[in-house]
T-cell receptor, first 115, second 114 residues
Framework: GAGVSQTPSNKVTEKGKYVELRCDPISGHTALYWYRQSLGQGPEFLIYFQGTGAADDSGLPNDRFFAVRPEGSVSTLKIQRTERGDSAVYLC?????????????FGPGTRLTVL | DAKTTQPPSMDCAEGRAANLPCNHSTISGNEYVYWYRQIHSQGPQYIIHGLKNNETNEMASLIITEDRKSSTLILPHATLRDTAVYYCIVRNLPGGTSYGKLTFGQGTILTVHP
């Protein structure tokens, strides 16, 4: 079946611009996660949704970052007033609620470059 | 979540077993050990997890010491496609306050050579 998909695969923007990154989770997965990964580092947690609500947004670095999941499936990560330090690969993952160990299935990521 | 320590890199010959160590000396009783790997330009992929007992699946085996302070991921017959960054992660059981997120370290870069 289809895995987690993310669009666009690459995004180049200028400092100060607004960007939206989209994640389509595996159908039926109720949990959705966003991470970002800088070069040479492991992924860093940003936010976790269970259904439509953010269960844990402790990883969002500041108020320029916001994520939504209005219908409990597709999610959008929104970054306002982008800065060069926001350049990274943004990863999305989803998992089914009923698994006791919560395996997360990752998408291929969106590479964001802020010039 | 408890902190993990892994060697930054390891090499393995194709067809041989790859044994990747992980130290998690501060692990608590309600924390699992998880392993994920990340092949270049892809998202991380779940491999295996365990609490106390050794575990095996179609991808790998996980050996956890009796005191649970360290573990070893074993790829029994490494192939070139196993070249990746391997992450050892400790996380709460379901229902824990930080249950949802995975906390990745820098992992071990495993290079399988012909």
């Amino acid at each position: 079946g289809a895995g987690v998909s993310q669009t666009p695969s690459n995004k180049v923007t200028e400092k100060g611009k607004y960007v939206e990154l989209r994640c389509d989770p595996i159908s039926g997965h109720t949990a959705l996660y966003w991470y970002r990964q800088s070069l040479g580092q492991g992924p860093e947690f940003l936010i976790y949704f269970q259904g439509t609500g953010a269960a844990d947004d402790s990883g969002l670095p500041n108020d320029r970052f916001f994520a939504v999941r209005p219908e409990g499936s597709v999610s959008t990560l929104k970054i306002q007033r982008t800065e060069r330090g926001d350049s990274a690969v943004y990863l999305c993952a989803s998992s089914p609620r009923d698994r006791d160990y919560n395996e997360q299935f990752f998408g291929p990521g969106t590479r964001l470059t802020v010039l | 979540d408890a902190k993990t320590t892994q060697p930054p890199s390891m090499d393995c010959a194709e067809g041989r077993a790859a044994n990747l160590p992980c130290n998690h000396s501060t692990i608590s009783g309600n924390e699992y050990v998880y392993w994920y790997r990340q092949i270049h330009s892809q998202g991380p992929q779940y491999i295996i997890h365990g609490l106390k007992n050794n575990e095996t699946n179609e991808m790998a085996s996980l050996i956890i010491t009796e005191d649970r302070k360290s573990s070893t991921l074993i790829l029994p017959h490494a192939t070139l496609r196993d070249t990746a960054v391997y992450y050892c992660i400790v996380r709460n059981l379901p229902g824990g306050t930080s249950y949802g997120k995975l906390t990745f370290g820098q992992g071990t870069i495993l290079t399988v050579h012909p």
